[in-house]
């Protein structure tokens, strides 16, 4: 009976918790697509580049997907089983609420380790080819849109204008082009009745095919010379065309390994690398700050700190003697002095702060993004101990309650984990406290909630609510 009831808890999670996790994809790919939409239109970009971007872009959304997902799926599964009285017919026949969550238990703990894989794994990968498309996106330009009745130089080394267009032919009238690929000015003016533009297939030319009209030319002077004269060409012509190569219209792939060096497209391994490396340059740059500072104070020598090697001199030097002043302007120069070497020692600190907050952004954050690898699974595994149990508590199953109630607690984490890497980015707190705080505050309402759902307890529902409310009017009556 149990088996039955273990693969009946894993079919009943497994369908919401896939469903939600494509709802919530969907639904953050929305957002990452209106983020770079401005980047994506108008490019002649082809369909599969796009559909490749967003598919990038979806997989770096698992760490916000995977968690929401697993909550809301939890809460999905029990509640249902709360409100359909399954739930009571199950603890009624003598089996405990921690044995109907062990199968669920052991799935979640899957999906954590799967969750870890990927944030270790495909993450990085998405990051990477993200970071190459969307810099082969920008170098794209966008497609030629004449204006008609102005002047357009939107083309290299042309300068476009046409009187009207059919939008319909896509015929334009009334064209003047000049020519600047030999950046001589203009020397070269073609002027004709009517034509059309297309771009070469592979889109790395210009094709402009004209009808009826005239190409003027000039001959330019030599540079140097005095000669005033020009040698001028018209030639007519009934049917032309013209081409001109063009650079960056046409989308063109780059290699995605220029960007593995980045942070977010780095594993575990390789933030292990980068961080050792980054501790080293951190320490080195240290030492020579340090003896730096102690060179420009006035110490020349190492030893002069070296409290051992300074006692043996405590007799032969009479300290209190240093600070008997032979004179006024004596005292006023010694203090003068003092006081140039701290100003310089000081403005030397402040540089030296400069300086190392440029060695320790790059390894707070490598620091950070280790600590980022473990998050993901840990958050998946605690909330599912927030959700199986609110589920159980409030016993509602669908999509109504259980997505409010779930979205109040993934704002919590979210909030929660945002501002930590921000304050563990700015040095303020350790980038372990700073990558696990969002954990650390929701694992004991967890364990809370967990408590109170084993216990049978009143918590988030009406009745208990009602019970509250009237004792605390009943004492508030008694009071008065």
Known sequence: MLKRIDKYLILSFIGPFILTFLIVTFALMLQFLWLYIDELVGKGLGLSIIVEFLGWGSATLIPLALPIATLLASIMTLGSLGENNELLAIKASGVPLQRVLRPLIVLSFIISIGAFFASNNLIPVAYANIYSLRDDINRTKEEIRLPTGTFYNGIDGLVLRIAERDEKSGTIYGVMLYSHRERQGNVSLTIADSGSIHFTPNRENLLFTLYNGYTYEEDPRPYGSTDTSFTFRRVGFKFQEMLFPLSNYAFQRSDEERFKKEIMSQNLSQLKVVKDSLNRVYEGAKSQQLNQLIYSSGLIFNRELDSAFIKRYEGAIEYDSLFNWSSQPQLREGLISVQEKLKGAISLINSYQVEEEQHLTPLRKT????????????????????????????????????????????????????????????????PAMGTLISSMILFPIGIYLTYKSTTDSSLLTAEGYNKFFTKALKLIKFKR
């Open 367 to 430: 620091k950070i993004e280790r600590f980022r690898k473990f998050t993901l699974s840990i958050a998946c595994f605690i909330f599912f101990f927030i959700g199986a149990p609110l589920g159980a508590i409030i016993r509602k199953g669908g999509l109504g309650t259980p997505v409010i109630v779930s979205m109040l607690f993934f704002i919590l984490y979210w909030v929660v984990d945002i501002s930590g890497k921000k304050l563990a980015t700015d040095g303020v707190i350790t």
